[in-house]
T-cell receptor, first 111, second 111 residues
Framework: DAKTTQPTSMDCAEGRAANLPCNHSTISGNEYVYWYRQIHSQGPQYIIHGLKNNETNEMASLIITEDRKSSTLILPHATLRDTAVYYCIVRGDNYGQNFVFGPGTRLSVLP | DVKVTQSSRYLVKRTGEKVFLECVQDMDHENMFWYRQDPGLGLRLIYFSYDVKMKEKGDIPEGYSVSREKKERFSLILESASTNQTSMYLC??????????FGNGTRLTVT
C-alpha cells in the first residue's frame, strides 16, 4: 500500500505557483520524500527529494513540515508543459528497497 | 544522463503467447524494476532485482517472471499472456538511494 495521500486533481493558472500537497503521517525517520511526475505517454520523471530540510532545484521546491508528516511540492511559475500527474513517494535508503506509487495528483495548468 | 531503454513502444500479442519485454540501462545501476500502470491504479511493482541473477517479487508477481543475466539488462516474461495483462509496462533503474530513472514504457495489448 502507498504510504502517502494526495488530492486526486488540482488546477493552476499559467504563470502562478502550483502547490501540491502530500500527507505521509506514518513516515519513518530514515525515509525520504520523493516527487515524480508523468506526462502523458512518457515514463515518470524524477523532480526532487528530501529527508527533513527544505530542498530546491531547477525544477521545483520541496517543503517538508517539521514533524515530517506532510510536504508540499512547489512549481514556482507553472507552465502548460507542467500539466502532468505528480506522485509523492516515501522510501527508505535501504539497498534495493522498492518504491510504492499511488494514484498521484493530476495537475492541470490552465492558460 | 541516465538512459533506460525499453525495446518496444507498442506490442500486440495473442492470448497464450509467451511475451518478452526487454529493458537496458546504461548507468551501471544495481537495482532494476518492472512496474505496470493501469488507469486509476497508479504504478504497481511486479518484480525488482538488486543484483545480477537476483530477483524479488513485488506487489503483483502472479503471471510474470523475470531474468537478470547481465547487470544492464532486466527482462520481464509473460509465460502465457492473458487479456488482463494488457497494460503499460515501465522499467526503471536506480543505485542505492539515487532516484529511479524510468524508460518510456511498453504498451502491451493482449487479444
Amino acid at each position: 500500500d502507498a504510504k502517502t495521500t494526495q488530492p486526486t486533481s488540482m488546477d493552476c493558472a499559467e504563470g502562478r505557483a502550483a502547490n501540491l500537497p502530500c500527507n505521509h503521517s506514518t513516515i519513518s525517520g530514515n525515509e525520504y520524500v520523493y516527487w515524480y511526475r508523468q506526462i502523458h505517454s512518457q515514463g515518470p520523471q524524477y523532480i526532487i527529494h528530501g529527508l527533513k530540510n527544505n530542498e530546491t532545484n531547477e525544477m521545483a521546491s520541496l517543503i517538508i513540515t517539521e514533524d515530517r508528516k506532510s510536504s508540499t511540492l512547489i512549481l514556482p511559475h507553472a507552465t502548460l508543459r507542467d500539466t502532468a500527474v505528480y506522485y509523492c513517494i516515501v522510501r527508505g535508503d535501504n539497498y534495493g528497497q522498492n518504491f510504492v506509487f499511488g494514484p498521484g495528483t493530476r495537475l492541470s495548468v490552465l492558460p | 544522463d541516465v538512459k533506460v531503454t525499453q525495446s518496444s513502444r507498442y506490442l500486440v500479442k495473442r492470448t497464450g503467447e509467451k511475451v518478452f519485454l526487454e529493458c537496458v540501462q546504461d548507468m551501471d545501476h544495481e537495482n532494476m524494476f518492472w512496474y505496470r500502470q493501469d488507469p486509476g491504479l497508479g504504478l504497481r511493482l511486479i518484480y525488482f532485482s538488486y543484483d545480477v541473477k537476483m530477483k524479488e517479487k513485488g506487489d503483483i508477481p502472479e503471471g510474470y517472471s523475470v531474468s537478470r543475466e547481465k547487470k544492464e539488462r532486466f527482462s520481464l516474461i509473460l509465460e502465457s499472456a492473458s487479456t488482463n495483462q494488457t497494460s503499460m509496462y515501465l522499467c526503471a533503474s536506480s543505485f542505492g538511494a539515487i532516484p529511479l530513472h524510468f524508460g518510456n514504457g511498453t504498451r502491451l495489448t493482449v487479444t
